[in-house]
């Protein structure tokens, strides 16, 4: 069972050292043996314990990452909602705008049937990417 | 309706409850705790946000959009632009640090953010009141496709879909869940898009003509006493006497009492109420209302349009992060990158399905009109094909349709008692998978006793009010929690309060009546005041309270925001509530870091 196995690395690691051990006809090749995933072997060098012990210095490194992540969803979601809180308005004080035909559909159809989901989808990139390298930045500053 | 639509509608759904229960057993073989709770942490994005697409698209989405649009026009599409974005509202300030935040459930946020074991007692509550308030509506929507399609009883169709996902989950688990949730995903697109393609070929293909043929359909009968709000004036024709009650305008003369109709045609002007008996004739609709131009305009409806749109807009936007079955999906992506990459392909699934519901709207202008009159605008997506179309092809769409209803109900019903089920059995019960099975059963049970003693209202608008309570209590919490230190245990807890009280309490004085127009708004939307008082309840205690600000905040918000290669996150450890003995080695056995746990007062 999968799952059994997953949940247990010296099941994995023991079957990983017979195989080792024992000499496979035709395949003479040592068999790299790995213990434990990548993240656990990662190295503790004196940026990273400072993050973690909450020094000055990694204090100041969080509160920059946080105010980093923060500022850009506030931006990008202060421009969905610009967008999206502009509409009822515009379709309020100009109430010919409902009228308006764009390739044989009624503007407000349009806008809010199909063309809302590309821009939200827009979005959404833009805040993966930026949060992203944000993130990228912090761990290289973090681990060197 | 003739026999072999029921049966071909029948078959239908019976085959897609019968894969649910097939596709759940795939998952059938995780046993521990872990698997059966979070299906151990290990869904792909993809397969993920297939299944919280799946999920989350609920009859309110599959029925209610193209009821609403029939209805109130171009101002029904704020629902599902709502619905999409408040995925962007959770992936912009929530979904990245709720996941690394190891927290399973909206209580388990709660307790590990603030280290309060009473604040986690009154989130509990809360996803149970929300999970609730979500259930009745699919199960009435149940009752609705299935009456409608067979000619059964209200009561059978939400009979049927709370037994079938009680049993699911008792049997499954969450590992079964993800699999069936993804596949009803797709299922419901296709059960949506094909019909929608194959009338947009046939409008094509015939003229004007053949659509004026509509009227020709055999008279239909009120299954139940009907009340009818004309929202854009229309004339009917009743074939024979008709007695009825009114309020308003008919025939050019104001009426408030009963009337007796001759047979004949009757102009009913707008804002006016007809009440029908059971058993009366439905009038047919001559002038049909899809040419009025008010339709095809926003902002036409209700007394404080321009209010109620915002309202409804706020609710939906901040409500989508505080549903508690959303929640529990994203607990099953890997890390915190993996949760962005999910709820990414998440939006580009939902605005791929809600292109479908807006086009079945606007054609069931043309060929149900006559749903205006009986007010069950919500049958729209399920009589469009047969009513479109003659012959098996209508008949073949029309079963497509009722099952992907089906799915939406089992798959929503499912998240929402997997949920509530989580909660009760961690928090009320000593949390062992057999309390989860139990827990289950009163998941399960309540909201459908509920469903069948309440009254119907509108899919969309019920489900509206679960987004509008989520919005105003957990919305705050979540947002708050992650990204102000400030945040106090007592500071939560009076906001949940206030913001979630304020809200639910909203339902009561609706339901009474009797209330000015501009009182009567906010009440019905009431996202748009609930939602800034628990935001300001909770600055303004937390400000209060400053000494109850966690010793470890730092720590905390380190886990949340720090990236994930850093491996600062840290899980649940499923079975650590209660005494759940057999599970717990399991759990402990090397997949989780220890020693960050906030300490407890």
């Known amino acids: 069972m999968s799952s059994e196995t997953a949940a247990d690395p010296w099941a994995s690691a023991q079957a990983a050292a017979q195989a080792a051990m024992t000499p496979q006809p035709g395949r003479g090749k040592r068999v790299r043996v790995v213990l434990a995933e990548r993240r656990r072997t990662r190295r503790v060098v004196r940026t990273l314990a400072d993050v973690e012990e909450q020094t000055a210095q990694g204090e100041e490194l969080m509160r920059r990452l946080m105010r980093d992540q923060l500022s850009l969803a506030i931006r990008l979601g202060g421009l969905t909602v610009v967008v999206l809180g502009s509409l009822p308005l515009a379709f309020a004080l100009v109430p010919s705008l409902g009228g308006v035909d764009v390739l044989g559909l009624r503007l407000p159809w349009l806008l809010l049937g199909v063309a809302v989901y590309p821009f939200l989808l827009a979005v959404a990139w833009s805040y993966n990417r930026n949060a992203e390298r944000y993130e990228q930045e912090f761990a290289e500053m973090a681990e060197n | 309706m003739q026999p072999s639509f029921v049966s071909f509608s029948v078959l239908a759904i019976l085959v897609v409850a019968l894969l649910t229960v097939v596709v759940g057993t795939f998952g059938m073989r995780s046993r521990s705790t872990s698997d059966f709770l979070v299906a151990s942490r290990a869904v792909g994005p993809r397969l993920n946000a297939a299944a919280i697409s799946g999920e989350y698209l609920s009859a309110a989405s599959f029925l209610g959009i193209a009821g609403l649009v029939l209805k109130d026009g171009v101002d029904a599409l704020w629902y599902p632009v709502g619905f999409t974005a408040g995925y ?292 729209a997506v399920l009589l469009l094909p047969g009513q479109a179309l003659s012959g098996w092809l209508g008949q073949l769409l029309g079963a497509l349709v009722a099952a992907g209803a089906f799915a939406a109900f089992l798959s929503t019903s499912s998240g929402l008692v997997v949920s509530v089920a989580g909660v009760m059995s961690t928090d009320m019960l000593p949390g062992r998978v057999r309390d989860f099975r139990v827990a289950t059963v009163v998941a399960g049970s309540i909201p459908l006793a509920f469903a069948l003693a309440a009254s119907s209202l509108d899919l969309s608008q019920s489900v509206g009010l679960a987004f509008a309570v989520a919005a105003s209590s957990f919305c705050p919490l979540l947002v708050l929690g992650i990204w102000w230190r400030g945040l106090t245990d007592v500071g939560a807890a009076a906001g949940l309060l206030v913001g979630g009280g304020l809200s639910v309490a909203s339902v009561l004085p609706v339901a009474i009546g009797g209330l000015s127009p501009a009182v009567e708004a906010v009440l019905a939307q009431p996202a748009m005041v609930t939602v800034p008082a628990a935001f300001a309840t909770m600055v303004l205690v937390s400000l209060r309270t400053r000494d109850r600000v966690p010793a470890d905040v730092a720590r905390i918000l380190l886990r949340l925001h720090a990236p994930d290669r850093l491996g600062f996150a840290q899980d649940r450890e499923v079975a650590r509530f209660g005494t759940a003995p057999a599970a717990t080695p399991r759990v402990r056995r090397g997949r989780h870091r220890r020693g960050l746990r906030p300490v407890r007062r």
Do not use: C
């Not at chain 2, 962007?88 to 640090?97: G, I, Q, T």
């Not at chain 2, 989950?169 to 699999?179: H, L």
């Not at chain 2, 008996?277 to 439905?282: C, G, K, L, N, Q």
């Not at chain 2, 047919?284 to 009025?292: E, N, Q, R």
């Open chain 2, 88 to 379: 962007l509202a959770l992936l912009l300030f929530v979904a990245a640090p709720l996941r690394r935040s190891g927290a399973y459930t909206l209580p388990d946020f709660a307790e590990a953010r603030l280290g309060s074991l009473w604040l986690r007692r009154i989130a509990t509550v809360l996803v149970v009141i929300i999970g609730w308030l979500y259930l009745v509506p699919q199960l009435q929507g149940a009752g609705l496709t299935l009456a409608t399609v067979t000619g059964y009883p209200l009561w059978v169709g939400a009979a049927v879909v709370s037994v079938i996902v009680t049993l699911n989950v008792i049997t499954g688990g969450m590992r079964s869940i993800t699999f069936v949730q993804a596949f009803q995903y797709w299922l419901k697109l296709t059960a949506l898009a094909v019909p929608v393609f194959v009338l947009l070929i046939h409008l094509a293909a015939t003229d004007a003509e053949s659509r004026s043929s509509l009227g020709a359909d055999p008279p239909r009968f009120f299954t139940a006493d009907t009340s009818v709000d004309v929202e854009t004036g229309v004339t009917l024709r009743v074939d024979t006497p008709t007695s009825l009650v009114a309020t308003g305008e008919v025939d050019g003369r104001s009426v408030d009492g009963p009337l007796d109709w001759v047979a004949g045609e009757h102009e009913v002007a707008e804002g006016t109420e007809l009440r029908f008996t059971a058993d009366s004739r439905v009038p047919a609709v001559t002038s049909s209302p899809v040419d009025d131009e008010s339709w095809l305009r926003p902002l036409s409806g209700g007394e404080f349009p321009l209010y109620q749109t915002y309202s409804l807009v706020l609710g939906l936007l901040l409500g989508t992060m505080g549903l508690p079955h959303v929640l529990v999906r994203f607990y099953t992506n890997p890390n915190g990158a993996a949760t962005r990459a999910t709820t990414f392909v998440v939006l580009a699934l939902l605005g791929l399905f809600y292109l479908f519901p807006t086009v079945a709207g606007l054609l069931a202008g043309l060929y149900v009109p006559q749903l205006l009159i009986t007010g069950t605008t919500d049958a």
